[in-house]
């Protein structure tokens, strides 16, 4: 498996997986072309010669906002996701980050069980934050 910089072409790919991801943030090629261009921080990891996930975040002050995130469902489980957290968070090391953040779907339970076994805790909740359903988002952090 290959983690690398998130490229403009791979935002094709990266839509195709957020297509079956519909727990996701929907976003729009534009936004993956602005990671590509450096406006947010991005990156994919390739394997067997096919994109399989992929990670936006942004640095906020002294924090890291992880922003979206999948994997394609069938490289789940394989360790994707968590070289990809653990790039972005050595980013966050480069500006003394102290904390990680992002919200995720209340019913996202799969992504609840990955960010806790990463040391991640529930610490608020915003309701009605997502659409198409309309569903709380709830509020992550964690130490770093």
Not at 44 to 54: C, I, K, R, S
Not at 117 to 140: M, Q
């Given at each position: 498996m290959t983690i690398r910089a998130l490229e403009s072409r791979d935002v094709q790919a990266i839509l195709a997986?957020?297509?079956?991801?519909?727990?996701?943030a929907q976003w729009a090629a534009w936004d993956y072309d602005r990671v590509a261009r450096g406006e947010m921080a991005g990156w994919?990891?390739?394997?067997?010669?096919?994109?399989?996930?992929?990670l936006v975040a942004r640095r906020l002050s002294s924090e890291l906002e992880i922003l979206n995130f999948a994997v394609e469902s069938e490289w789940r489980r394989c360790g994707i996701g968590a070289k990809l957290l653990e790039e972005a968070l050595r980013w966050a090391q480069t500006f003394q980050a102290t904390q990680a953040i992002l919200e995720v779907r209340a019913s996202n339970l799969s992504a609840l069980r990955f960010y806790a076994?990463?040391?991640?805790?529930?610490?608020?909740?915003?309701?009605?934050?997502?659409?198409?359903?309309?569903?709380?988002?709830?509020?992550?952090t964690a130490t770093l």
């Open positions: 997986i957020q297509a079956a991801c519909p727990e996701i994919v990891a390739e394997e067997e010669a096919e994109l399989a996930g992929f076994s990463h040391k991640f805790e529930v610490v608020g909740r915003r309701p009605r934050y997502y659409t198409a359903p309309v569903e709380d988002a709830l509020l992550l």
